[in-house]
């Protein structure tokens, strides 16, 4: 599989300056052979070349990283190099076509107005997220591969409920997001959920989150209501063993009464599982615990 994606890489870089090649080729014989775009106007294709082969450069030393480094590293150790290439390429890439329009970019640089304007322009949505996405690759919160949860105020959940409700309720996700770490990128990061949705959550909402690095395998929980005359004692052995016969099961699972009713008691199933729908996980111990507790009524109930 890795072998593949290095070939579509290459493919693609190959199809990129292919593509450059001839988009040179077009602007010399527009330009110096036909000459229909008027002098004036040269800077600016001068500027859009300069651009074109920096992006390409920039693109051609991000493979070459990938596929050396990437023998010796690993995703997430890896990603945070790349973007920070990634990064210096792109302010490269900026200075050159400021440059090829006569401005003095050492003078901008160093001088108090291009700080200023960083500053400035840092602190607006524009670039929240690119600087967000920078303060998370450098700090390194969580890295691709955890499993995060994650809290924001800016996507608050509230429920129409006074109490949580017990039959085949897992955990009630409000104020976040939960699932395992795709990718940070600039702008975005993505985040697959335990039931496969893709979510792209801001940078700059990031910066300002809470996190919770969990386990990398979904913790499913189940609360089941059995009446009190079926005593704990009898069905906990056959529900524990159940839960072990589950081929997805990781480690122990946890099993106790959560709470009591009049008639009722109230039993918590917790466990890791290895999945990628906890849905399914749930469904599976509720047909478990039907058939282990139904079984155990009294015939006149």
């Given at each position: 599989?890795?072998?593949?994606?290095?070939?579509?890489?290459?493919?693609?870089?190959?199809?990129l300056i292919a593509l450059?090649?001839?988009?040179?080729?077009?602007?010399?014989?527009v330009t110096e052979i036909?000459?229909?775009?008027?002098?004036?106007?040269?800077?600016?294709?001068?500027?859009?070349?300069?651009?074109?082969?920096?992006?390409?450069?920039?693109?051609?030393?991000?493979?070459?990283?990938?596929?050396?480094?990437?023998?010796?590293?690993?995703?997430?150790?890896?990603?945070?190099?790349?973007?920070?290439?990634?990064?210096?390429?792109?302010?490269?890439?900026?200075?050159?076509?400021?440059?090829?329009?006569?401005?003095?970019?050492?003078?901008?640089?160093?001088?108090?107005?291009?700080?200023?304007?960083?500053?400035?322009?840092?602190?607006?949505?524009?670039?929240?997220?690119?600087?967000?996405?920078?303060?998370?690759?450098?700090?390194?919160?969580?890295?691709?591969?955890?499993?995060?949860?994650?809290?924001?105020?800016?996507?608050?959940?509230?429920?129409?409920?006074?109490?949580?409700?017990?039959?085949?309720?897992?955990?009630?996700?409000?104020?976040?997001?939960?699932?395992?770490?795709?990718?940070?990128?600039?702008?975005?990061?993505?985040?697959?959920?335990?039931?496969?949705?893709?979510?792209?959550?801001?940078?700059?909402?990031?910066?300002?989150?809470?996190?919770?690095?969990?386990?990398?395998?979904?913790?499913?929980?189940?609360?089941?209501?059995?009446?009190?005359?079926?005593?704990?004692?009898?069905?906990?052995?056959?529900?524990?063993?159940?839960?072990?016969?589950?081929?997805?099961?990781?480690?122990?699972?946890?099993?106790?009464?959560?709470?009591?009713?009049?008639?009722?008691?109230?039993?918590?199933?917790?466990?890791?599982?290895?999945?990628?729908?906890?849905?399914?996980i749930r469904g599976k111990?509720?047909?478990?615990?039907?058939?282990?507790?139904?079984?155990?009524?009294?015939?006149?109930?």
């Amino acid at each position: 599989m890795q072998t593949k994606n290095h070939k579509d890489r290459f493919l693609a870089l190959g199809s990129l300056i292919a593509l450059l090649i001839g988009l040179l080729i077009v602007v010399f014989v527009v330009t110096e052979i036909l000459k229909i775009i008027p002098a004036n106007y040269s800077k600016f294709i001068d500027a859009a070349i300069i651009a074109i082969i920096s992006y390409v450069v920039v693109r051609i030393v991000l493979t070459y990283i990938r596929r050396v480094l990437g023998k010796f590293l690993d995703q997430s150790t890896l990603h945070p190099i790349i973007f920070m290439v990634r990064m210096v390429g792109y302010f490269i890439i900026a200075l050159a076509v400021v440059a090829s329009f006569g401005i003095n970019v050492s003078s901008i640089i160093l001088g108090s107005t291009f700080l200023a304007a960083v500053i400035g322009l840092a602190s607006q949505s524009v670039l929240a997220n690119q600087f967000s996405g920078l303060l998370l690759i450098i700090t390194r919160p969580f890295k691709i591969g955890d499993r995060v949860w994650i809290h924001a105020w800016q996507f608050s959940i509230m429920y129409a409920v006074i109490a949580p409700k017990y039959f085949s309720s897992d955990f009630l996700y409000n104020n976040g997001f939960v699932g395992k770490v795709k990718d940070i990128s600039i702008n975005y990061t993505t985040l697959v959920t335990d039931g496969g949705e893709v979510v792209k959550i801001a940078n700059n909402v990031l910066t300002q989150s809470a996190y919770r690095i969990t386990s990398k395998t979904p913790v499913v929980q189940v609360r089941y209501e059995i009446p009190k005359y079926l005593r704990f004692e009898l069905v906990k052995d056959e529900i524990l063993a159940g839960l072990k016969q589950m081929a997805e099961l990781r480690g122990s699972p946890f099993l106790a009464i959560d709470e009591t009713t009049l008639n009722t008691y109230v039993i918590l199933v917790r466990g890791e599982f290895s999945t990628t729908d906890p849905s399914i996980i749930r469904g599976k111990i509720i047909e478990m615990l039907i058939s282990t507790v139904e079984t155990k009524r009294m015939p006149n109930n």
